[in-house]
């Protein structure tokens, strides 16, 4: 074996080897999937410590409103950006894009992307170069997006890290839909609980 097919075949296990640590991870979240605030951060953490990024957020779309709001973070701005309360509507920045037309995007330069919301880069003094952002989605609908920021090392998301961004916003997706599911099983035992007494 050539020094060169040595090196890709060690690449390849690496990566299905941390590929493999995601997909534990993602299952310890399954434990408690309506445990919402839990849930979030583990997604975030997990994605932040896969892609090797400096910095995150998890948007989710709420429902009354129909924007995506901040529903955890992380990095230097974290909490000044949870603090400011920004909602973002579909279609608008990249997130909103992502959101609205369900598909990951990649980008290596974020302020020359039409897309970018620089405002919210501006309110928060923090520099985006790089960009990877996914669909959080179940049965093909969207439920927010996860993005991580500025990869550290290197500028660029390659094409394994955004078929991996797929794959990742459906796990999410489906982790979310059934915490979802099991509130509303909740309440409705509770109301019927209610209703018998």
């Given at each position: 074996?050539?020094?060169?097919?040595?090196?890709?075949?060690?690449?390849?296990?690496?990566?299905?080897?941390?590929?493999?640590?995601?997909?534990?991870?993602?299952?310890?979240?399954?434990?408690?999937?309506?445990?919402?605030?839990?849930?979030?951060?583990?997604?975030?953490?997990?994605?932040?410590?896969?892609?090797?990024?400096h910095a995150g957020s998890l948007y989710m779309i709420d429902g009354e409103v129909g924007e995506l709001y901040f529903a955890a973070?992380?990095?230097?701005?974290?909490?000044?950006?949870?603090?400011?309360?920004?909602?973002?509507?579909?279609?608008?920045?990249?997130?909103?894009?992502?959101?609205?037309?369900?598909?990951?995007?990649?980008?290596?330069?974020?302020?020359?992307?039409?897309?970018?919301?620089?405002?919210?880069?501006?309110?928060?003094?923090?520099?985006?170069?790089?960009?990877?952002?996914?669909?959080?989605?179940?049965?093909?609908?969207?439920?927010?997006?996860?993005?991580?920021?500025?990869?550290?090392?290197?500028?660029?998301?390659?094409?394994?890290?955004?078929?991996?961004?797929?794959?990742?916003?459906?796990?999410?997706?489906?982790?979310?839909?059934?915490?979802?599911?099991?509130?509303?099983?909740?309440?409705?035992?509770?109301?019927?609980?209610?209703?018998?007494?």
């Amino acid at each position: 074996m050539s020094s060169e097919a040595y090196q890709h075949l060690l690449g390849e296990h690496q990566r299905l080897q941390k590929e493999h640590q995601l997909l534990q991870r993602l299952l310890h979240l399954f434990a408690a999937p309506d445990e919402f605030e839990l849930v979030f951060e583990g997604l975030m953490d997990a994605t932040m410590e896969f892609f090797e990024a400096h910095a995150g957020s998890l948007y989710m779309i709420d429902g009354e409103v129909g924007e995506l709001y901040f529903a955890a973070a992380r990095g230097p701005a974290a909490d000044h950006l949870l603090k400011l309360d920004i909602t973002i509507p579909p279609g608008k920045g990249i997130a909103g894009a992502c959101f609205k037309n369900r598909e990951v995007i990649a980008v290596s330069e974020a302020h020359k992307d039409p897309r970018f919301a620089k405002e919210v880069s501006e309110k928060i003094g923090y520099e985006v170069r790089s960009m990877l952002t996914m669909p959080i989605v179940v049965d093909g609908e969207p439920l927010g997006v996860l993005q991580v920021i500025n990869k550290k090392g290197e500028s660029l998301f390659n094409a394994e890290d955004i078929e991996l961004a797929g794959k990742l916003g459906r796990y999410a997706g489906g982790l979310i839909a059934l915490g979802l599911e099991l509130q509303a099983a909740d309440a409705a035992a509770a109301a019927a609980a209610e209703q018998g007494a």
